[in-house]
């Protein structure tokens, strides 16, 4: 039996009819085991929202299954590309028109803003469909010139069923950042979402089903990761593994995939440097670097939580840097028009970096800013911040992802660039000058999968997304995101070499 979804009412009024189950061939059906559930908690107010269904290794066996069936049908495998990509349009376009809605879940289970969710994420997410779409039958292989007698070519071929694993900071962008480019390459997927954020990739699922994709194509999954994880990542069926989140949950993913030399893509951790020079615009440097760390109550794998300025400029901007979160780090629940921080995803992130505020102090870094949780309920944190901070300690060293940064001096260009890159991570950087020739030379240098210049988190879905070191292994979004779900294959025709 089917099972039966939930009316669910958001604070905000809005109300609709929750999944419950797993998404497995364009139907919900139930857990092997359906009295083992997530539970979604409201971190502003530490209530329960709702519970669904947590899949088993036997549901996830089942969901592979369906997902290789898809891959050899006839409906999917002999689509034309065109058609294809007007099937991903079509989903775009019903994310779009369920917006609110999509919005509205992703606020109440993750805790961000609502404003934040429907103004940015929602817009990211379904454009990034749309984007993909447009890229299904554009996707082609090349012919390549050897000798009379040969004729070579190659084609680009799905790699096959895919499992994706995505992180609870961004569920449906981070979703649509992995489906997008994986679609338009022809895969079937199996994507299980994280088990803090489990709502709206189920109210996602219903508009697959609508937009006409053949059943198996896209099977979604609740569930725990060291369950369900560890079966989908290890299941023989599974061709390639996306995977975002923690660096020391990608080494044990890696681990897990080598096994049978799965391709993979990673996007990991970072403790992303921001560079401000001594010729910068002061007030832009500002607003930028609050941005890059404190939006999205700090929870950003690409956050630049690390602010290195240059000597002569630090006490003004420090005090600059004070004075924009006194009056933009506005803190509340995720329905106010004011909030800019809401509260973190779980009790256990907000513990985790509320514990970083107690190393701070015991390595002897000074605390200039925040350092305690809000009074009252839900999951508050005030943004911190730390000076005096030395390149061995840990809140210097270590991933907080949290409204957390450290600023520190250097006095030259290059001893910026030398603290910069004295990091295990390399996802991103900011760099903030006036002065093109150094903007350039710094971010050449940098060693990092990407550089903003005079900007911060400023991401495009059409262009290339990914760290280098211990931040990640391949390239999301742009055109660079289709070779990550797709594979050459050389043909050769003898034009009359003889034996």
Known sequence: MAPQPITLKAPNGKEWEQPTGLFINNEFVDSTKPENTI???????????????????????????????ALKSPEWKLLPNTDRGRLMVKL??????????????????????????????LPEAFNTIRYYGGWADKISGQTIGTTPQKFAYTVRQPIGVVAQIIPWNYPLSMACWKLGPALACGNTIVLKPAEQTPLSILVFAKLIKEAGFPPGVVNIVNGLGREAGSALVQHPLVDKVAFTGSTATATQIMKMAAVGLKNITLETGGKSPLLVFDDADM???????????????????????RILVQE????????????????????????????????????????????????????????VEGGEARSGGGYYIKPTVFTGVSSNMRIYREEVFGPFVVIATFKSEDEAIEMANDTIYGLGAAVFTKDLERAHRVASEIDSGMVWVNSSQDCDYRVPF????????????????????SQVKAVHINMGNKL
């Open 39 to 69: 539970s979604s908690i409201d971190p502003a107010t530490e209530k329960e929202i709702a519970a669904v269904q947590a899949a088993t290794p036997d549901d996830i066996d089942r969901a592979v299954n369906a997902a290789k069936k």
């Open 92 to 121: 775009a376009d019903l994310m779009e028109q369920n917006h609110e809605l999509l919005a509205t879940i992703d606020a109440w289970d993750n805790g961000k803003p609502y404003s934040v969710a429907y103004n940015d994420d």
């Open 283 to 305: 007030e832009q440097a500002v607003k930028w670097s609050h941005f890059g760390i404190m939006s999205n109550q700090g929870q950003i794998c690409t956050a630049t939580s």
């Open 312 to 367: 002569s400029i630090f006490d003004t901007f420090v005090e600059k840097f004070r004075k924009q979160i006194s009056e933009v780090s506005v803190i509340g629940d995720q329905w106010s028009e004011d909030t800019f921080q809401g509260p973190q995803v779980t009790k256990q992130q907000y513990e985790r970096i509320l514990s970083y505020v107690d190393i701070g102090k015991e390595e002897g870094a000074k605390l």
């Open 466 to 485: 990914g760290g280098v070191k211990q931040s990640g292994i391949g390239r999301e979004l742009g055109e660079a995101g289709l070779e990550a779900y």
